[in-house]
């Protein structure tokens, strides 16, 4: 597409001259005889790009670069200055003027500096652009998080969320599994379609199928109508199958059945059904050890693993929980309490073994529960609290059991929980050591970490 480049110059042969040049470089040209008439195309025309005399009748270049600049308007403008005033051109600089060019100049000058501006402009575009979709990447359905892992967490959902390939979300409880299951739907081009969520763990077997399966009249005593399953109330959209590891191995040969033929039958009927349904798996457990144990059909994971999704546990993401409290108190209508950073400190220190949702349900207490508008150690839970208690922060008061210790195995314990606490970051798990970074290496290498 040709860039449409607007002329502003009070004389009318040099109009006629540039926008000759111009249009035979394959510009389209627009042009304005004075300042008002500059305003008006600048807002009518939505130039690319800009050469714009100084001199003019009222309002003049300067004038009118500053009002364009100052609407927040970010297109490059070429100023044309008499020649020998440097103050001309140092002050249309300074108000947001791309290149100048002092009078006389010759054509070839004028074509390069447009040249470079249009690519400076393309560039800073680009830039905008990129900065832009990082702004949505990162402000996914609902998901705040500042964590490497997490982000890559993101970028993957993004990435697999248009396909339809199987995922599979891996992580403790309250880590948000449901949420970047929900996230795989919302940003897939089966939005629209319906969401259907199944917790294996909440059903024995015998009802967990006909859910998922539905199952004709007659089918078992009290099946007085047919109902139809999960499968085909998903059709179109995506089933979430949560608890995964929690199916009997009867049950898994079915589901791999439906995932491999994308079939089935209700139960107690023979019509075969057809469905178009994507499935998102998830699990608290380490399926590798349940096949290991028996427990769980090794050709199911690896139909079911096409797309791994491991979340972290909070504890090892630290980083996010000051972003997360932010999170809920906006999202409980408490966006302007604040929070003393003891209890800041004390919600970053705490394990958080019910993870993300245990943090929510706590913000959302200590925001019923607190009556002043700054969050103290005191409004936070005990156990919480009991985190920053200095008997628990250092061990002090440890008593040496009757057969004693081995004391690099006490070290060696404490260094793992450090670095299982800051995710693995040497320079944080020191702090928490009261050591200094160099002396936690030198440590962690004496010990074979
Ligand atoms: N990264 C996050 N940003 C914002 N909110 C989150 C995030 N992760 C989880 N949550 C919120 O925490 C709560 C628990 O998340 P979710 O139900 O998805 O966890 P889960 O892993 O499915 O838990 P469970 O294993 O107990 O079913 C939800 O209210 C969810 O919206
Ligand atoms: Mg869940």
Do not use: C
Not at 224 to 241: D, I, S
Not at 250 to 255: D, G, M, R, S, Y
């Amino acid at each position: 597409m040709s860039k449409r480049v607007l002329i502003v110059d009070d004389e009318k042969n040099m109009r006629w001259v540039l926008g000759q040049a111009l249009s035979g470089e394959g510009f389209e040209v627009v042009d304005a005889a004075d300042g008002k008439g500059a305003l008006a195309s600048v807002s009518d025309q939505a130039p690319d790009i800009m050469i714009l005399d100084h001199r003019m009748p009222e309002p003049d270049g300067m004038e009118v670069l500053r009002r364009v600049r100052g609407k927040g308007q970010t297109f490059p403008i070429i100023m044309l200055t008499a020649h020998g005033n440097v103050a001309q051109a140092v002050e249309a600089m300074k108000a947001g003027a791309n290149e100048y060019l002092t009078k006389p100049f010759d054509l070839e000058e004028l074509k390069l500096a447009i040249d470079k501006a249009l690519q400076y402009s393309d560039l800073a575009n680009e830039v905008e652009r990129l900065r832009q979709e990082l702004d949505r990447e990162y402000d996914v359905e609902g998901i705040v998080a500042s964590d490497q892992r997490m982000i890559e967490v993101i970028e993957t959902v993004r990435k697999v969320a248009p396909t339809n390939a199987t995922a599979i979300i891996y992580g403790e409880s309250g880590t948000g599994k449901e949420l970047i299951a929900r996230a795989l739907h919302n940003l897939s081009d089966r939005a629209n379609k319906p969401f259907v969520s199944v917790s294996a763990g909440a059903l024995p077997d015998t009802l967990l199928e006909s859910e998922l399966f539905g199952f004709e009249k007659g089918a078992f005593t009290g099946a007085v109508t047919a109902k139809p399953g999960r499968f085909e109330m998903a059709n179109g959209g995506t089933l979430f199958l949560d608890e995964i590891g929690d199916i009997s191995t009867a049950t898994q040969v079915k589901l791999l059945r439906v995932l491999q033929e994308r079939t089935f039958e209700r139960l107690g009927g023979t019509r075969t059904i057809d469905i178009d349904v994507r499935v998102v798996a998830a699990t608290n457990q380490d399926l590798q050890q349940l096949i290991a144990d028996g427990g769980f059909r090794e050709d199911l994971y690896y139909r079911l693993n096409v797309v791994p999704i491991t979340l972290p546990p909070l504890r090892q993401r630290s980083g996010d929980i000051p972003l997360l409290v932010a999170h809920f108190l906006e999202k409980y209508n408490a966006g302007s309490m604040r929070i003393t950073p003891e209890a800041m400190e004390a919600l970053v220190t705490y394990q958080w073994p019910g993870n993300i949702r245990e943090l929510e349900n706590s913000i959302e207490r200590i925001v019923i529960l607190t009556h002043h508008d700054e969050i103290g150690l005191d409004d936070l839970p005990a156990e919480v609290r009991a985190g920053m208690s200095p008997t628990q922060r250092m061990p002090s008061g440890f008593q040496l059991p009757e057969d004693g210790v081995d004391l690099e195995e006490v070290e060696l314990d404490l260094v793992r929980q450090a670095l299982d606490r800051t995710g693995g970051s040497a320079p944080k798990a020191a702090k928490l050591l009261g050591l200094t970074a160099k002396t936690l290496e030198a440590r962690m290498a004496r010990l074979g970490l």
